[in-house]
């Protein structure tokens, strides 16, 4: 069985989501707002949680500068306005939902672990085929339908079983190879990392008690390899046709960061904003010089 991933896990929150918003509390799921959401997660938060489920809360509140804002990935996902939700809502998400296993890092080791189980299952039931199994392996160069005197002779010997399982076993190594190579060539690391002005690709191995720390570490979304973060300069190039191409970001200690795509801040989440004359006079123009 393919290997369960945390795309896996998003499908999962999304099927839970359209059956959740019928049930108990769809008067908070059915039209999801960023204050409908804020409600449910204080009603969660008064129940009797686990202590992952505690923690997830932790994580999720424990942002410098939050506000119900942070809701708005979760709602623009639920309402199938987006499809790659935003980087640290997951577990969050399933939460809301109750979704389970939660969180991430016990979804794939719940799912993975019972795969090689599966997969064992199997190999001990077709460890051993019979001869006739193997001749009616249906690959693209099938010889089980070859006649044995339409084939090559070898010193009057007639083609025989033995050599149309040699050639099968031949063509079906010569197949698992292509697909290993293909494989080695187009698969990526399963999370994205922020480093410096970019993401880069690493594995999702850091955890927190369990959780996955997704304060440095998000699931991989090929978009976010183009977004970059930009140092401006005297020759830097804030419009083009009188519309902004870079977008920025204010921080809490009055700067504001530019970036070459809209979005999100990689590191505070906050909506990036289209660049203006204003902003560029305010908090630019004497720091480039």
């Not at 409908?36 to 686990?50: G, Q």
Request: charged share 25%; net charge positive.
């Amino acid at each position: 069985m393919p290997k369960i991933t945390f795309k896996d896990y998003i499908e999962g929150i999304k099927a839970k989501y359209e059956e959740e918003k019928t049930k108990k509390y769809s008067g908070y799921l059915a039209k999801p707002s960023p204050a409908s959401l804020k409600n449910l997660c204080d009603i969660l938060k008064k129940e009797n949680t686990s202590k992952k489920d505690q923690e997830i809360i932790s994580l999720f509140y424990n942002k410098e500068g939050f506000d119900v804002d942070k809701f708005k990935p979760i709602g623009n996902f639920f309402s199938g306005k987006t499809q790659s939700p935003s980087h640290d809502i997951l577990d969050m998400m399933a939460l809301l939902v109750n979704f389970e296993p939660r969180p991430l890092g016990k979804f794939l080791e719940v799912n993975n672990q019972c795969s090689k189980e599966y997969t064992g299952q199997e190999s001990m039931t077709l460890h051993s085929p019979s001869e006739k199994e193997l001749i009616k392996v249906n690959t693209p160069l099938s010889l089980a339908s070859i006649p044995n005197n339409s084939l090559p002779q070898n010193a009057g010997t007639k083609f025989t079983l033995s050599n149309k399982k040699a050639i099968i076993a031949l063509l079906l190594f010569c197949a698992f190879i292509s697909l290993l190579t293909y494989n080695l060539l187009t698969s990526h690391k399963e999370c994205l990392e922020w480093q410096n002005n970019h993401y880069v690709e690493v594995d999702c191995t850091t955890e927190i008690k369990g959780i996955a720390n997704f304060e440095t570490k998000i699931p991989y979304d090929e978009s976010l390899l183009k977004i970059k973060k930009i140092i401006p300069t005297d020759s830097t190039t804030y419009f083009k046709n009188g519309k902004a191409i870079l977008w920025y970001c204010k921080n809490e200690n009055g700067s504001i960061e530019l970036f070459n795509t809209p979005g999100y801040h990689p590191v505070t989440n906050k909506t990036l904003k289209p660049i203006t004359h204003y902003m560029i006079k305010k908090y630019l123009e004497n720091k480039s010089n």
